[in-house]
């Protein structure tokens, strides 16, 4: 049932999951040298930064982590998010500690199949597309899907965190 675009040369992850759930989807390939800043990204590709959607893994005063999903063209408002996830404050983590605590290397960071879920927000934008575009989790690799089919996979919530 889902869809994988020629461009596309292997499975990740979040593929897989998505497979396994029949949610469907489309794989694109862009060439990773012209840079990964998802601007850089979103013109490589020819889409709007907007549908574009960067993962941000983050701690919470509790020490709990949260992955906050935004368009490539915004910022993560920190306070916005603390609010969201019922924290006292929120902080991005090291860029170190992404590998060990998600399985994936900055650039390569998708919202689905890290090595532990975590609770997930994604910016309410995300709801007024019928697709959007997030890594596919490898530096090279985005999905196409409906953020609404994500619901069933992620503990997710849709809030205005920029």
């Known amino acids: 049932m ?3 675009n020629k461009s596309s040369k292997e499975k990740t992850n979040p593929m897989r ?3 396994y759930s029949n949610i469907i989807y ?13 601007k850089e990204v979103a013109r490589s590709m020819n889409i709007d930064e907007n549908i574009l959607f960067k993962t941000l893994v983050t701690e919470g005063k509790s ?14 408002n920190l306070k916005k998010a603390a609010i969201a996830a019922d924290e ?12 060990p605590l998600t399985g994936y290397v900055h650039g390569g960071c998708s919202p689905l199949g890290m090595k532990k879920s975590f609770k997930t927000f994604f ?11 997030f890594n596919g989790g490898k530096i090279g690799t985005q999905i196409q899907c409906s953020a609404k089919d994500l619901i069933s996979l992620l503990d997710l919530e849709f809030k205005d965190i920029i």
Do not use: C, N, R, W
């Not at 489309?26 to 998802?38: E, N, Q, R, V």
């Not at 902080?91 to 500690?97: F, H, L, T």
């Not at 910016?123 to 575009?133: E, N, R, V």
């Open 2 to 4: 889902a869809k994988k």
């Open 63 to 76: 020490k709990e982590h949260y992955v906050f999903v935004i368009p490539v063209s915004s910022e993560l």
């Open 123 to 133: 910016h309410d934008s995300a709801l007024s597309y019928d697709t959007i575009y």
């Open 26 to 38: 489309t794989a694109h390939s862009y060439d990773a040298s012209k840079g990964i800043s998802g």
């Open 17 to 19: 999951i998505l497979d």
């Open 88 to 99: 006292k404050s929120i902080s991005m983590i090291k860029q170190s500690d992404l590998l």
